[in-house]
């Protein structure tokens, strides 16, 4: 969300990774604020792991390329950072499609490239995903983390945890769980260190672990 601010503070400065030849500069004393700032800061740890451009070439583009206007790593970004910011919905698109940081985030000028994608274009870029770019996303990430250790470790600690959700209303894929006597969302949790693997889950919690120990450990 950008505001006005009235006040002045000390200069202090930081240079950002730049776009499309632009210097970002990253400050406290300018008259437009915004309340996602720290959304540059995660944009920085991202372009040094290259962790989102890589992860978008898993997902196949079966679109006409002819009649785009938001590539699938642009799609990937504004719902990551979205998510990031607290706007898990996809609904949020329609109010933050304009937002300047948003759009810094995904590659573009903040004032004179066009608006981030809305809820329809997000909504069809997830309803496209098939179960076999889920499974080149998932090694990817494993990849990736086995990837962040300077050698090979002697030993890995999987931790695994099932943590309820509790849904209400008529949330999509929200079932009902005989053991909370609530309708939620299951999502498996496995942790290594700073490491994180989730998915949702209605039942069988055991079966869903055994899977994903299979697809970690091959």
């Not at 290259?50 to 719902?79: F, H, M, P, T």
């Not at 898990?88 to 109010?95: A, G, K, L, S």
């Not at 300047?100 to 329809?120: F, G, H, T, V, W």
């Not at 609530?182 to 949702?200: A, D, Q, T, V």
Request: charged fraction near 25%.
């Amino acid at each position: 969300m950008m505001i006005n601010k009235n006040t002045e503070n000390s200069a202090q400065e930081l240079n950002l990774f730049p776009i499309k030849g632009r210097e970002i500069e990253l400050c406290f004393n300018g008259e437009r604020i915004s309340s996602d700032g720290g959304l540059l800061l995660l944009r920085e740890l991202d372009k040094q792991l290259n962790l989102l451009s890589s992860a978008s070439n898993c997902i196949i583009d079966g679109r006409d390329q002819r009649y785009i206007d938001y590539s699938v790593k642009e799609l990937l970004v504004q719902r990551v950072f979205q998510i990031a910011a607290g706007y898990e919905d996809c609904n949020d698109c329609n109010d933050l499609r304009e937002d300047m940081i948003l759009k810094m985030c995904a590659d573009r000028l903040p004032q004179s490239e066009n608006d981030l994608a809305s809820q329809p274009t997000m909504s069809r870029l997830e309803n496209s995903v098939t179960r076999s770019d889920l499974y080149r996303l998932g090694k990817f990430l494993v990849d990736s983390f086995i990837g962040s250790y300077s050698e090979s470790p002697s030993v890995i600690i999987l931790d695994c945890d099932d943590t309820n959700n509790d849904t209400y209303g008529q949330q999509e894929l929200a079932l009902f769980n005989t053991f909370y006597n609530e309708h939620c969302y299951m999502p498996l949790h496995i942790y290594e260190g700073l490491f994180k693997y989730s998915r949702l889950s209605d039942h069988g919690f055991y079966k869903n672990k055994f899977s994903f120990l299979w697809i970690f450990l091959s």
